[in-house]
C-alpha cells in the first residue's frame, strides 16, 4: 500500500479533479468579463454560468470522495505498519494497545475524539479489503459514505459473503447484479436501504435468528436537548414499531383541517404523547377515531405457506423473519396488506382485494411499484404521495399503470411548474428523470431475485445433495399442508414453470382494466394522499 502503488494512482485522480475545477473556474471568470461575454454570441451567460456552478459542485464532490480515499488508505496502512513494529511474539495486551496507540494518534492529528478515529480506522480497513469500494472511492464514483455502508453492512459476514455483496453492487458481470441507478447515484440513505436488504436475504444466519437478539435488546431511551426539549426513542421489533408509526400518522391526518393550526409533524409527538399520558398532556387529550393506515407487506409464496423461511418485506421498513409476516397475514392485522411475490422471479403478483375497493387497489399497484416518491433522491415512502401522469392527458397521455407514478406533493408541484421530466414508466419499473440543465438520474430499481423454493420441489439438478433423496414433488415429513398447491415437479429448470396464476376472484390483474374503464375515472377522482386538488387539476 505505497505510494508508487495504488495511492499514486488516486494522487494522479486527484491532482486531474483539481485541473478540472481550475478550468472550471477559469471558464466562469472569463464570462465575467465584459469583453468575452459580449463576443460569446448566442451563449445564454447566466444559463452557462449556472452550469458552471453545477459542474464545479460534481467535481469537489468527486475531489472529496478521493482524498477520503487518500485518507482510509493511510489510516489503514498507519495501523498496518504499527502492528508490523510490533515485535512478533507480543502478547495480545501489547499488540491491543499498539492498536489504540494508533487510534489516538490519528485522532490527534486529525482534532477529532478517540472513538471517531476508531470508527474511521476500522471502517478505513474494512473498504481497503474489498477492492472494488475501494477503487470506486479513489475514482469518486461513490463518496466516503457509500464506502462507510458498504463497511458497515460487510460486517460479521466472512469474506465470501462480503465479496459477495460487493460484487452485486459494483460488479455489473456479477450474477444478478444490482439494477438501475449505480450506488454513488443513490443518496446514502437509499443505498444502505438496498444493501441492507441485500445482505438480510444472503446472511449465512436466518433473519429470525438475529431478530430474537434484537428483541432480548430493546430498549427506550432519553436524551436531553437544548431549549428545554427532549429526544425519545424506542427500540422495537420492525412490525411493532410501524404500527405505531403508521397509527399515529392517520391519526394526524384524521385531525387535520380549517381549524388545526398544528402541522402533521407536530401532531405525531403529539398524540404519542396523549396516548402515553392522555389528559396529563400539556397538549391536551387527542380524542379521535383512528384511521386505517395500510402498509403493505410483501412476502414471496412459499414463505407464506411456511415452506420455507425467506424474509419479506415491510413497506416503509425493509426486510422482516418470515415468521412475523405470516402472523401479520394471518390474524388479519388491521393496517398490513399482504403482496404476493411469484415464485419465478420475485416480481410481485396481485395485490389481496378483501378488504378493497377496486380503485383503491390500482392506487396500492402503483404504491407497491415505485416503492417511494420517484423523483431522485427523494425518500417519502408515505401515503400522502400522489398519483401523477408521467404524459399529461391533455399531451395524449393515456390513464394506465405504464403512465402512472407516485410524487410526494412537493415534487409534485416542482414536476409542474419547472422543466424536470420524467422517463416514461412500464407497468413494472418506475421512471428516471432528467433536470434542467440535463443531466439524467437513473431510476431506483428494486432488485429483485427468485425466491427460495423448497427443495422437494425442485428438479432434481438444482436440488442440495442433502434433498436428492427425496422423491420429485414429494415433500418430506416436516412438510405440511403443501398439496393445496397442485404443482408438478418440472422436468427442465425454473424457466420451465407454468405462469402462477391463482384462480381467485379476490385477485386482480391491473393488465386486464382497458383505458376507456369507468373505474379509471373514478380513481382520478381522488389520489394516494388526503389532499385535493392536484391530480384532477395539474396531471
Known amino acids: 500500500m505505497g505510494i508508487s502503488g495504488g495511492l499514486g494512482a488516486v494522487l494522479e485522480g486527484v491532482r486531474a479533479s483539481v485541473a478540472a475545477l481550475d478550468a472550471l473556474v477559469l471558464e466562469d471568470r ?10 460569446a ?16 459542485l460534481e467535481v469537489v464532490a468527486r475531489l472529496e470522495a478521493q482524498l477520503a480515499a487518500v485518507k482510509a488508505r493511510d489510516a489503514a496502512e498507519c495501523l498496518g505498519l504499527q502492528l508490523a513494529m510490533t515485535a512478533p511474539d507480543a502478547c495480545l495486551q501489547d499488540r491491543t494497545y499498539a492498536e489504540m496507540s494508533v487510534v489516538e494518534e490519528i485522532a490527534g492529528v486529525l482534532t477529532i475524539s478517540s472513538a471517531a478515529a476508531g470508527a474511521l480506522v476500522d471502517q478505513s480497513r474494512r473498504a481497503c479489503s474489498l477492492p472494488p469500494v475501494l477503487e470506486a472511492l479513489s475514482t469518486g464514483a461513490v463518496s466516503w459514505q457509500h464506502a462507510k455502508i458498504v463497511a458497515d453492512e460487510t460486517e460479521g459476514l466472512d469474506a465470501v459473503g462480503a465479496a459477495a455483496l460487493v460484487a452485486h453492487f459494483f460488479d455489473p458481470d456479477a450474477p444478478n447484479p444490482a439494477r438501475g441507478a449505480a450506488p454513488g447515484e443513490l443518496v446514502p440513505s437509499r443505498f444502505r436501504a438496498k444493501v441492507r436488504s441485500w445482505r438480510e436475504r444472503h446472511h449465512p444466519d436466518s433473519i429470525g435468528k438475529r431478530h430474537a437478539k434484537g428483541v432480548t435488546d430493546r430498549r427506550m431511551e432519553y436524551s436531553p436537548d437544548r431549549d428545554g426539549m427532549a429526544w425519545l426513542s424506542l427500540y422495537l421489533p420492525g412490525d411493532t414499531a410501524c404500527a405505531i ?10 385531525l387535520q383541517g380549517p381549524d388545526e393550526t398544528r402541522t402533521l409533524t407536530q401532531l405525531r409527538p403529539d398524540i404519542a404523547a396523549s396516548l402515553l399520558l392522555g389528559a396529563g398532556n400539556p397538549a391536551g387529550p387527542i380524542k379521535t377515531p383512528t384511521p386505517k393506515a395500510d402498509v403493505l407487506v410483501t412476502v414471496p409464496v412459499f414463505s407464506l405457506l411456511g415452506l420455507t423461511d425467506e424474509p419479506a418485506t415491510l413497506d416503509g421498513f425493509g426486510p422482516i423473519p418470515a415468521f412475523m409476516a405470516r402472523k401479520l397475514v394471518a390474524d388479519g ?3 398490513f396488506y399482504r403482496v404476493l411475490v ?21 392506487k396500492q ?7 417511494k416518491c420517484t423523483f431522485p433522491g427523494c425518500t417519502n415512502r408515505t401515503p400522502d404521495n400522489e398519483i401523477d401522469h408521467g404524459t399529461a392527458w391533455e399531451h395524449g397521455g393515456s390513464t394506465g399503470i405504464s403512465n402512472l407514478g407516485q410524487l410526494c406533493p412537493k415534487h409534485h408541484r416542482l414536476k409542474h411548474h419547472s422543466q424536470w421530466a420524467p422517463d416514461p414508466t412500464t407497468t413494472k419499473e418506475p421512471p428516471g428523470w432528467t433536470s434542467p440543465s440535463g443531466r439524467h438520474y437513473k431510476p431506483e430499481h428494486p432488485d429483485r431475485e427468485q425466491p427460495h423454493w423448497p427443495q422437494w420441489l425442485l428438479p432434481a439438478g438444482l436440488q442440495s445433495p442433502e434433498a436428492k433423496g427425496l422423491d420429485a414433488g414429494v415433500p418430506d415429513a416436516t412438510c405440511s399442508d403443501v398439496h393445496c398447491l397442485n404443482i408438478r415437479c418440472p422436468e427442465g429448470g425454473l424457466a420451465d414453470l407454468p405462469p402462477w ?3 381467485n376472484d379476490r385477485y386482480l390483474d391491473l393488465d386486464d382494466i382497458p383505458p376507456d374503464d369507468p373505474l379509471w375515472e373514478e380513481f382520478f377522482a381522488g389520489s394516494l394522499a388526503l389532499t385535493p386538488g392536484w391530480i384532477g387539476a395539474e396531471c
Do not use: F, K
Request: charged fraction near 30%; aromatic fraction near 6%.
Open 41 to 56: 454570441g448566442d451563449i445564454d451567460v447566466l444559463q452557462r454560468r449556472y452550469e458552471l456552478c453545477l459542474g464545479r
Open 245 to 254: 408509526w403508521n397509527r399515529t400518522t392517520a391519526t394526524a391526518r384524521g
Open 342 to 362: 411469484d415464485p419465478r422471479d420475485g416480481a410481485p403478483l396481485e395485490i389481496g382485494r378483501t378488504n378493497y375497493r377496486l380503485t383503491e387497489t390500482i
Open 333 to 335: 392485522a388491521h393496517s
Open 501 to 503: 396464476e391463482p384462480d
Open 365 to 371: 399497484w402503483i404504491r407497491m411499484r415505485d416503492g
Open 30 to 39: 472569463n464570462l465575467e468579463h465584459p469583453a468575452l461575454s459580449a463576443a
